[in-house]
Nanobody
Framework: QVQLVESGGGLVQPGGSLRLSCAAF????????MSWVRQASGKGAEWVSD????????AYADSVKGRFTISRDNAKNTLYLQMNSLKPEDTAVYYC????????????RSQGTQVSVTS
């Protein structure tokens, strides 16, 4: 059974940083490309970033490029999202998902982690 457990969210001021983590269980994480997806209140899901199974290849939405960094530790079955220079428009619940994220983010029924950027 696929299980994804996100953590690391919180309340931060504009310009601040957070590091999200996602612990993965129940599937071969080291051979699975992964994604981060976010959903702001009252809005649809938005793709944030992808990473290949090895971690060598990454992709980012234009809205986060240059500020967010996706990474993974296959030995720990854990996915990360380092978020710097946070903006109020980054406020959302963040979910990790198997690639492609927008197709699978709801399947694991994970709880996500809330990120709130406000002064």
């Amino acid at each position: 059974q696929v299980q994804l457990v996100e953590s690391g969210g919180g309340l931060v001021q504009p310009g601040g940083s957070l590091r999200l983590s996602c612990a993965a269980f129940g599937f071969p994480f080291s051979t699975t490309a992964m994604s981060w997806v976010r959903q702001a209140s009252g809005k649809g899901a938005e793709w944030v970033s992808d990473i290949s199974s090895s971690g060598e290849n990454t992709a980012y939405a234009d809205s986060v490029k240059g500020r967010f960094t996706i990474s993974r530790d296959n030995a720990k079955n854990t996915l990360y999202l380092q978020m710097n220079s946070l903006k109020p428009e980054d406020t959302a619940v963040y979910y990790c998902a198997r690639y492609p994220g927008l197709d699978s983010w709801q399947l694991s029924r994970s709880q996500g982690t809330q990120v709130s950027v406000t002064s």
